[in-house]
Structures are given as structure tokens and as C-alpha cells.
């Protein structure tokens, strides 16, 4: 069983930068969960964002943030970030994390956390 808690949601304009971070828990998290970052905005579909494998490589980015994301994970720490720069209206959602054994994948997930809400202003 994987627990993934994520952090670092806020408000701000755009152009701005936020950092996101998801804590994940359990025994082999580090070494054998891929994990994927992905965000649903109000009255949308959840989609997806980011991913990485639990090298952290195998790097994959939907095109609407490619360019200006950046996923990465340290495994001694069992933490995955999301770098979001240039941040523009159409970011604003609810950003969950995501963990799945084995490869990436930009779809299949079996844990999730709670979410964190970024919102960015005009």
C-alpha cells in the first residue's frame, strides 16, 4: 500500500512560479513505484500532466506544460516535485499526485492523494 500526500498549492499571478511536492509512504515506494502528477480544473475531466518511472527517467509531459513543467523525484526521500514555471490561468486546477508499480503510463494509476489546489490569476 502506497500513501501519497501532496503540498505546496497556493495563489498567485501569472508568470509566476510554485513548486509542488508529494510525500509518498510505504515500504518499496522509492524503488519500484512509477508516479505521474495530473490536474483537474472546475467543470473539466481530470487530466494528465506529468510522469516519471522510479529511476526518474522514462520522462513524459502532456504538451500544454511541456516547456515549462519539470517532474523529478529524490527516493531517499520518497518526494516528487513539480517545478511549474510560467504559470498561466489555464493551470489553475487541483494537482494530484499519482504512484502505479511499474512503467509510466499516462493513464492507469492505483494510488492517489488529496490534492492541492493552485489557482493563478490574470
Known amino acids: 500500500q502506497v500513501q501519497l500526500v501532496e503540498s505546496g498549492g497556493g495563489l498567485l499571478q501569472a508568470g509566476g512560479s510554485l513548486r509542488l511536492s508529494c510525500a509518498g509512504s510505504g515500504r518499496t515506494f522509492g524503488g519500484s513505484y512509477s508516479v505521474g502528477w495530473f490536474r483537474q480544473a472546475p467543470g473539466k475531466e481530470r487530466e494528465f500532466v506529468a510522469t516519471?518511472?522510479?529511476?526518474?527517467?522514462?520522462?513524459e509531459y502532456s504538451d500544454s506544460v511541456k516547456g515549462r513543467f519539470t517532474i523529478s523525484r529524490d527516493n531517499t526521500k520518497n518526494m516528487v516535485y513539480l517545478q511549474m514555471n510560467s504559470l498561466k490561468p489555464e493551470d489553475t486546477a487541483i494537482y494530484y499526485c499519482?504512484?502505479?508499480?511499474?512503467?509510466?503510463?499516462?493513464?492507469?494509476?492505483?494510488?492517489w492523494g488529496q490534492g492541492t489546489q493552485v489557482t493563478v490569476s490574470s
Open positions: 516519471t518511472n522510479w529511476r526518474g527517467g522514462d520522462i
Open positions: 499519482a504512484a502505479r508499480m511499474g512503467p509510466v503510463s499516462t493513464i492507469e494509476y492505483d494510488f
